[in-house]
């Protein structure tokens, strides 16, 4: 990884140490999906802006930092940030409702810290240490809200108390939404893909995917017109929260343990939302990177509205915490 990376010995040491203590929780999308959008991204961004964003990153790529938040979120000095990976609702209510749930609004949530992510990239007084993390948190983060169970009911923990059995394994309703689909993704090339790296890996959850399966996977996707490009990025984070949550209710009623229906169903909207994450993703750090607006009206209502809910308070720390006094519990942790 060379040196001057975020990923330090000491670092480094923590994503092993946090890899093997939590080997069997789910991850938003699961490596491939997370690396999937940074890579739609990483291709669809100006080269001006990608450079700089290379710079930051400091070796590392943008496939390995979209997954860092993910390997690190159990870690000492980093469990505080297990709770930016979700922003729960209840039925019936929207985002800013359940700001009076509990624990809600001191622990954090992702719409807060893709806020924070920005504000930070943005912030000349900010360290490149400081921006090196809040760039791998945004780019992890993005996948995360375009993930519709990330958004899940709080009373089943986004899915993650419906038990399941997908393809004759044993899992949960959030964890076929992280990675179940996508490894074993219905399209045209899915026998393919299992035929060029091997039934076990396409039977295989936890495998990490190699760049070439990464590259394959979205090789695989539809190529989206000018005019769907345009209208995707042009909106910003509570329009993306909306378009993952549209669709929330209809997620789960259809499950009904037929694992082949479902996928049929599903598999081409994962595909779609990790399309769209990228391109999105590419467009804002074109322009953070350039130093310009994005989406500048809606930017500031999103924090004024914030502000007016928890004040000045920002429980959104994207750095290490030697305190770590997080009330919050990973529904992920022990899947």
């Known amino acids: 990884m060379g040196k001057g990376v975020i990923f ?11 890899i093997i203590g939590v ?9 491939t999906g997370h690396e999937a959008v940074a890579l739609i991204a990483q291709q669809n961004m100006n080269p001006q802006a990608l450079q700089k964003v290379n710079a930051l990153l400091g070796g590392m790529t943008m496939l390995q930092a979209a997954i860092w938040p993910d ?25 800013f409702d359940d700001f009076s749930r509990p624990n809600f609004t001191q622990n954090g949530d992702v719409i807060r810290a893709l ?49 399941a059995s997908f393809w004759g394994k ?20 899915s026998f393919d893909w299992a035929k060029t790296f091997g039934f076990d890996r396409f039977l295989s959850y936890f495998k990490a995917p190699t760049v070439q399966e ?13 005019d769907e490009i345009a209208a995707w ?21 259809s499950w009904n343990g037929d694992s082949q229906a479902y996928q049929t169903q599903w598999a081409p909207y994962v595909n779609e939302k990790i399309l769209r994450a990228g391109y999105r993703l590419a467009g804002w750090l074109d322009a953070i990177m350039a130093g310009q607006p994005f989406k500048q009206q809606k930017a500031q209502d999103l924090r004024q509205r914030i502000s007016q809910i928890v004040g000045n308070s920002n429980p959104i720390v994207l750095e290490p915490s030697s305190s770590d006094n997080t009330t919050f519990k990973d529904p992920c942790a022990n899947d």
């Not at 080997?23 to 490596?31: H, L, V």
């Not at 990025?233 to 789960?252: F, N, V």
């Open 8 to 18: 330090n010995t000491a670092m480094l040491f923590a994503v092993c140490a946090s």
């Open 170 to 189: 044993r899992t949960n309703l959030h964890a076929i939404w992280d990675y179940g689909m996508i490894d074993y993704i219905d399209q045209g090339a």
């Open 233 to 253: 990025q042009d909106s910003y984070i509570m329009d993306w929260s909306a378009d993952s949550t549209a669709d929330r209710a209809q997620i789960y009623s």
């Open 115 to 163: 806020v924070k992510a920005e504000d930070v990239l943005r912030d000349g007084s900010a360290s490149s240490t400081q921006k090196q993390y809040a760039l791998s948190f945004m780019i992890h983060f993005v996948g995360d809200l375009h993930q519709p169970l990330h958004e899940g009911h709080p009373e089943d923990l986004g899915g993650n108390t419906i038990r």
């Open 23 to 31: 080997s069997n929780r789910s991850w938003a999308w699961g490596d």
């Open 71 to 95: 390997q690190v979120k159990h870690s000492a000095g980093w469990r505080h940030t297990a709770a930016y990976h979700f922003a729960d609702t209840e039925s019936g209510q929207n985002y």
């Open 214 to 226: 990464v590259q394959y996977f979205v090789s695989q996707m539809r190529t989206p017109t000018p």
